[in-house]
C-alpha cells in the first residue's frame, strides 16, 4: 500500500480562481405534436397550466444543480430566470434559463439544469395526452465571466435571443499601439530569458492591441523614465511593465513611474492588488502602480510571468473603456439612458 488515494473523479480545486461575475443562458425544445400542443398553449391540459408549472421547475432545478451533479459546485445564485415560448412553426415549446453569480466557477450547468427541468416539467404534465413527445436541442447558448470572459456557441443565437439576452464581450483595444517593458537585472544581462513579457506581448494582442514595442531594460528609475517619455511621444497608448514592484533594493519601477510627474491612476493600482490577492495573499506586498502620461497608461506589474498574466485578466474588462475615458469618450455606459443604449445598439 502506498498510502496515497487515486480516486477515478475529484471535485475541480477553485480556491486560487478569482471571483468574477458569471452569467450563462441555456436552451432546450419540448416538440409537444398536433394534440399536445394547443393543450399546452391553450394552457388547458388536464394536470393545470404547464408553461407555469415548467417555469417554476426551471428555478428549483438550477438551484439543485449541485444536489444532481456529484462534482458540481454549490453556488449561491443571485439570478435566476426562466421563460418558455411557443414555436407553432415546429408545435414546440422553447426554454430558457439564464443564471448568474459571483463566484470563481461558471453557472452554465445550473442553466442547463433550469432547462432540462423545465423541460421534463413539460413533459410530465403533457405526457397524458400525447406519449410521443420529444426533448432536443438542449445546449448552452453563452456564457460570461470568469478568465475566458464571453463564450458563445457556434451554433449562434437568433435575433430575439440576442435582443434578450444581450451578451457582451469587453470592449477591445480595437488596434491601440501598446508596448511591453520588461525590468530585470539579470533578464537585461542575458543570465535567463525573459518570460513575462512575452505573456503581456500574446495577451495584449488578444485583446486586439497593436504591440510596437517589447523590450528588456534593467532596474532602476533610468533608463525606464526615459524610454516611457518617448513611447508616450510616440503615440503609444498603453505601456505594460512587468517587474521592479517588490520590496527589494533594486525594485524601483513604482520610483519611475513617480518620477514622470504623470496622472495617479490610484483605482486601478488598487484593483489589481485587490483581485490578485484572491489568487494568492502575497499580492498584497506588490507596489503594482499605474498612471496616465499624456494620452498613455502606463501599468506597474509583477514580475513573474504568472503573476504578470494574472494580472492583464483582471484589466482586460476594462481596458478598453479606460483608453476610450483619456480621449475623452463617455464614463460609465452602464448609466446611459435606454434610448441611448437603443441607438448605440448595446
Same mark, same amino acid.
Request: proline share 7%.
Given at each position: 500500500?502506498?498510502?496515497?488515494?487515486?480516486?477515478?473523479?475529484?471535485?475541480?480545486?477553485?480556491?486560487?480562481?478569482?471571483?468574477? &461575475?458569471?452569467?450563462?443562458?441555456?436552451?432546450?425544445?419540448?416538440?409537444?405534436?398536433?394534440?399536445?400542443?394547443?393543450?399546452?398553449?391553450?394552457?388547458?391540459?388536464?394536470?393545470?397550466?404547464?408553461?407555469?408549472?415548467?417555469?417554476?421547475?426551471?428555478?428549483?432545478?438550477?438551484?439543485?444543480?449541485?444536489?444532481?451533479?456529484?462534482?458540481?459546485?454549490?453556488?449561491?445564485?443571485?439570478?435566476?430566470?426562466?421563460?418558455?415560448?411557443?414555436?407553432?412553426?415546429?408545435?414546440?415549446?422553447?426554454?430558457?434559463?439564464?443564471?448568474?453569480?459571483?463566484?470563481?466557477?461558471?453557472? $452554465?450547468?445550473?442553466?442547463?439544469?433550469?432547462?432540462?427541468?423545465?423541460?421534463?416539467?413539460?413533459?410530465?404534465?403533457?405526457?397524458?395526452?400525447?406519449?410521443?413527445?420529444?426533448?432536443?436541442?438542449?445546449?448552452?447558448?453563452?456564457?460570461?465571466?470568469?478568465? &475566458?470572459?464571453?463564450?458563445?456557441?457556434?451554433?449562434?443565437?437568433?435575433?430575439?435571443?440576442?435582443?434578450?439576452?444581450?451578451?457582451?464581450?469587453?470592449?477591445?483595444?480595437?488596434?491601440?499601439?501598446?508596448?511591453?517593458?520588461?525590468?530585470?537585472?539579470?533578464?537585461?544581462?542575458?543570465?535567463?530569458?525573459? $518570460?513575462?513579457?512575452?505573456?503581456?506581448?500574446?495577451?495584449?494582442?488578444?485583446?486586439?492591441?497593436?504591440?510596437?514595442?517589447?523590450?528588456?531594460?534593467?532596474?532602476?528609475?533610468?533608463?525606464?523614465?526615459?524610454?516611457?517619455?518617448?513611447?508616450?511621444?510616440?503615440?503609444?497608448?498603453?505601456?505594460?511593465?512587468?517587474?521592479?514592484?517588490?520590496?527589494?533594493? &533594486?525594485?524601483?519601477?513604482?520610483?519611475?513611474?513617480?518620477?514622470?510627474?504623470?496622472?495617479?491612476?490610484?483605482?486601478?493600482?488598487?484593483?489589481?492588488?485587490?483581485?490578485?490577492?484572491?489568487?494568492?495573499?502575497?499580492?498584497?506586498?506588490?507596489?503594482?502602480?499605474?498612471?496616465?502620461?499624456?494620452?498613455?497608461?502606463?501599468?506597474?506589474?509583477?514580475?513573474?510571468?504568472?503573476?504578470?498574466?494574472?494580472?492583464?485578466?483582471?484589466?482586460?474588462?476594462?481596458?478598453?473603456?479606460?483608453?476610450?475615458?483619456?480621449?475623452?469618450?463617455?464614463?460609465?455606459?452602464?448609466?446611459?439612458?435606454?434610448?441611448?443604449? $437603443?441607438?448605440?445598439?448595446?
Amino acid at each position: 500500500m502506498s498510502g496515497e488515494l487515486n480516486a477515478a473523479f475529484h471535485m475541480a480545486d477553485v480556491r486560487d480562481k478569482r471571483i468574477t &461575475r458569471r452569467r450563462a443562458v441555456a436552451v432546450g425544445e419540448l416538440h409537444a405534436g398536433p394534440v399536445a400542443y394547443p393543450l399546452i398553449v391553450e394552457r388547458r391540459l388536464p394536470k393545470g397550466d404547464a408553461l407555469v408549472m415548467a417555469e417554476i421547475a426551471g428555478l428549483q432545478g438550477a438551484k439543485m444543480a449541485s444536489m444532481l451533479m456529484p462534482l458540481c459546485h454549490p453556488l449561491p445564485l443571485e439570478l435566476v430566470q426562466v421563460f418558455c415560448a411557443p414555436v407553432p412553426e415546429r408545435q414546440a415549446i422553447r426554454v430558457w434559463c439564464e443564471c448568474a453569480s459571483e463566484a470563481r466557477t461558471g453557472v $452554465e450547468m445550473e442553466a442547463l439544469a433550469g432547462v432540462n427541468a423545465a423541460l421534463l416539467t413539460l413533459y410530465d404534465l403533457s405526457k397524458p395526452v400525447e406519449p410521443a413527445l420529444r426533448i432536443e436541442g438542449i445546449r448552452l447558448l453563452f456564457k460570461e465571466g470568469g478568465k &475566458r470572459g464571453l463564450w458563445l456557441h457556434p451554433e449562434g443565437m437568433d435575433d430575439g435571443e440576442r435582443e434578450r439576452f444581450r451578451p457582451r464581450p469587453p470592449k477591445g483595444l480595437n488596434g491601440a499601439a501598446c508596448a511591453v517593458i520588461t525590468l530585470s537585472d539579470r533578464a537585461s544581462e542575458g543570465t535567463y530569458a525573459d $518570460e513575462s513579457g512575452p505573456k503581456l506581448v500574446s495577451g495584449l494582442q488578444s485583446l486586439g492591441g497593436e504591440v510596437v514595442a517589447a523590450e528588456v531594460l534593467p532596474d532602476g528609475i533610468e533608463p525606464l523614465a526615459g524610454r516611457l517619455r518617448a513611447l508616450a511621444g510616440e503615440g503609444v497608448r498603453l505601456c505594460l511593465c512587468t517587474g521592479g514592484t517588490g520590496l527589494g533594493p &533594486r525594485d524601483l519601477t513604482p520610483e519611475a513611474l513617480r518620477s514622470l510627474n504623470a496622472r495617479p491612476v490610484h483605482g486601478l493600482a488598487q484593483m489589481v492588488r485587490a483581485l490578485s490577492a484572491q489568487h494568492t495573499p502575497m499580492a498584497w506586498l506588490s507596489r503594482a502602480e499605474v498612471v496616465q502620461l499624456d494620452n498613455m497608461l502606463v501599468f506597474a506589474l509583477p514580475g513573474s510571468p504568472k503573476a504578470a498574466a494574472q494580472c492583464l485578466d483582471i484589466l482586460a474588462p476594462v481596458l478598453g473603456h479606460a483608453l476610450a475615458m483619456v480621449e475623452g469618450g463617455r464614463h460609465f455606459p452602464g448609466l446611459q439612458s435606454a434610448d441611448q443604449r $437603443e441607438r448605440e445598439g448595446a
